[in-house]
């Protein structure tokens, strides 16, 4: 099992790897930023001590794309809950949609690994706001999802369970 201080050793170099400007962010405060995107991990080796929680923010929805947007949410659930890798909601207190994963085994995970994981949260961040959370118009839906889960190489590495 990992403790908190091998916790935050692994977000600190994870930190470095990734190039943050505060390398010590992520394991003092429990969130990054890349590329504008905000990701938070947390960790709690006397409540859960087999898992990274890692949230990451999609951004706001429009009010008049809502329902669109939790269409789309919805059917990423189904391909992305039945690999178990993450869920999409919506944050109850910002209404922004959200992914949610839990990192099994942290022990297992390098803090190479964990970089590459977060950097990948990022990249499929990036492009659900771009194409899930706005384009409406000549938007394919499911050759975006696809393409996104097609690039996406993290699944492997969080199914260590």
């Known amino acids: 099992m990992m403790n908190f201080q091998q916790y935050r050793e692994l977000c600190?170099?994870?930190s470095v790897s990734l190039g943050l400007e505060d390398p010590d962010m992520l394991a003092?405060?429990?969130y990054m930023e890349k590329d504008g995107v905000r990701l938070a991990l947390f960790f709690d080796d006397e409540i859960v001590s087999d898992r990274?929680?890692?949230?990451?923010?999609?951004?706001?929805i429009a009010e008049e794309t809502r329902t669109k947007v939790f269409e789309r949410l919805l059917t990423l659930n189904l391909l992305s809950g039945t690999k178990t890798s993450g869920v999409y909601t919506i944050d109850p207190s910002s209404g922004n949609a959200i992914f949610c994963v839990h990192?099994?085994?942290?022990e297992r995970i390098t803090s190479d690994e964990l970089a590459g994981i977060l950097s990948a949260y990022v990249d499929r961040t990036i492009e659900i706001q771009r194409s899930l959370l706005n384009d409406f118009d000549?938007?394919?839906f499911m050759d975006?999802?696809?393409?996104?889960?097609?690039?996406?190489?993290?699944?492997?590495?969080?199914?260590?369970?």
């Open 12 to 14: 600190r170099s994870a």
């Open 28 to 30: 003092n405060e429990g």
């Open 52 to 60: 990274l929680i890692c949230y990451v923010d999609l951004g706001p």
């Open 103 to 106: 990192l099994m085994k942290p």
């Open 138 to 140: 000549d938007l394919n």
């Open 144 to 161: 975006t999802v696809n393409r996104m889960f097609d690039m996406d190489q993290i699944s492997s590495k969080t199914e260590f369970a």
